[in-house]
């Protein structure tokens, strides 16, 4: 899987929106971007993910850039309980062989009253 | 929908004895993984069941963990003859080839070996 990089930590204020990027250079093109995050004791959540197209759901919006070499998640409505640590994966889809996570340091997000 | 469960949530053992970790996946998830995460650490991969194929159990740390799937749904993570190293956060996950193997995990079991 292709490799990611985030900012170690980020504040935003409780009602705004939250921008999470990631640089992901050497995505192949069969490799989806994946957002989690984890809050402190509880297991990994899964966010949303995405290919090429942006995508949205109830928790976030996800941005690819058109050449896939980053994406930001936003949470556009940031509340005291999104404080956690989220973390960005590039990873393949469908492959049978297990495809077994590995997060990174990923951005501890701190919001703020 | 439900999704994973773990249990027990919580386990606190002796240092030599025996424990066994549930864990149920979200209902029609062929793919179950187990993962293991320590205070303040990334996850580390213990073994992956899909669907009747043989298990993955590369990531299993020694002889002393074992893993099974009944009937392709429920698992079972067992720790014979505990060690204090053992003491971290168990995480079950489940995937499904119709949402891209996106894994969903369980809340885990915090498993302090004493």
Redesign the interface.
Known sequence: DAKTTQPTSMDCAEGRAANLPCNHSTISGNEYVYWYRQIHSQGPQYIIHGLKNNETNEMASLIITEDRKSSTLILPHATLRDTAVYYCIVRVANNNAGNMLTFGGGTRLMVKP | GAGVSQSPSNKVTEKGKDVELRCDPISGHT?L?W?RQSLGQ??E?LI?F?GNSAP?KS?LPSDRFSAERTGGSVSTLTIQRTQQEDSA?Y?C?SSS?QV?????????TRLLVL
Do not use: K, M, R, S
């Open positions: 793919a993984y993962y990334g996850l991969f992956y899909q993955d990531g956060v995480l996950a080839w891209q193997e996106t894994q969903y995990f369980g809340p885990g």
